[in-house]
């Protein structure tokens, strides 16, 4: 049974609380208004409930790119409430990410809606990390993901370019700051980042050629999860990181879970073993957990 730590799904509650606005971020029936982008049709069967045989956990997030997040909290958080609400209700194997508002951060309600069983909480790459909403987190034992945040207008450009270039260049970003600002006031937080942190990882020796840290031990702390990528970017990220930092993501359902290629051993702590460890808290884990102590060895 794998861990997908990285899904989209949205629910009923979270379209129509998109529907009820005028103003972007909405809906109008299926068609997504951003902006500086042009409408985006969403296809409603990629929110459907969709097959998850062979998940023990499939964990949603928000759709960061839309840009809720940044919001003034009046409009941020009908939006949130609903992707909460929907999010929780899925049931079994889905689990969540918890989001928060970033335009005027509030601790102590990120606080409520951990308390209601989220994993941890997700963040867009783009926001600048509030200490207070991190140290929600540590106190909790909760981790922090890191996922692409609003791709801003690229007009003329394939629809592709906002995976390839401001997403990556978001991550790059949120890597580099975690490392040098981040982590040294938070030393206890575990934190994943989305799309094997866009490659950042493997800038190390152009980091140290710019006056930057040498290489030393591995934060075992920080993960990486691979959705949108497969086994030459898996292995490279392996041969920088070791393979105990690498989780299981697939995008769903813009993508699907990538095979490792490194072999049985590297695919079972890549989709089981390691997700364990980044989501040591999730509930749902816990309970599993406390079973197996519980059964009596034959």
């Known amino acids: 049974m794998a861990i997908d730590v990285h899904q989209h799904l949205w629910t009923g509650e979270f379209v129509d609380a998109l529907r009820a606005r ?110 207070r909403l991190l140290e929600v987190l540590t106190e909790r034992d909760l981790p922090l993901f890191v996922h692409p945040g609003p791709a801003g207008a690229a007009a003329g450009m394939p629809p592709w370019w906002p995976a390839l270039v401001p997403y990556v260049q978001q991550l790059h970003a949120a890597w580099h700051y975690f490392h040098a600002v981040v982590r040294p006031r938070h030393p206890r937080l575990r934190v994943c980042f989305a799309a094997l942190a866009g490659l950042a990882p493997l800038h190390s020796e152009r980091l140290i050629a710019r006056g930057g840290p040498s ?23 392996v041969r920088e990181l070791g393979i105990d930092v690498v989780v299981n993501g697939s995008d769903a ?25 980044l989501l040591a808290s999730h509930p749902a884990l816990r309970s599993e957990a406390m079973r197996h102590r519980e059964e009596p060895r034959t």
Do not use: M
Not at 59 to 69: F, R
């Open 215 to 237: 290489r030393g031990l591995v934060d075992r702390d920080v993960f990486v999860e691979t959705s949108s990528y497969g086994p030459r970017a898996i292995d490279a990220i």
């Open 253 to 277: 359902p813009y993508a699907t879970a990538p095979e490792p290629g490194l072999g049985a051993a590297a695919a079972h702590a890549i989709r089981v073993t390691n997700p364990r460890r």
């Open 22 to 131: 005028s103003s972007p971020p909405y809906l109008d029936g299926w068609t997504l208004i951003l902006e500086g982008e042009p409408p985006y049709q969403v296809d409603p069967a990629d929110h459907e409930r969709r097959d998850t045989t062979g998940l023990e956990l499939a964990l949603v997030s928000l759709s960061s790119p839309l840009g809720i997040e940044f919001l003034p909290p009046e409009e941020c958080w009908p939006l949130l409430d609903a992707y909460h609400d929907g999010a929780l209700a899925l049931g079994e194997p889905f689990g969540a990410w918890a989001a928060t508002c970033h335009s005027e951060p509030d601790p102590e309600r990120l606080a409520k809606d951990l308390g209601r069983g989220f994993a941890g909480l997700q963040i867009p790459a783009s926001a600048v990390p509030d200490d």
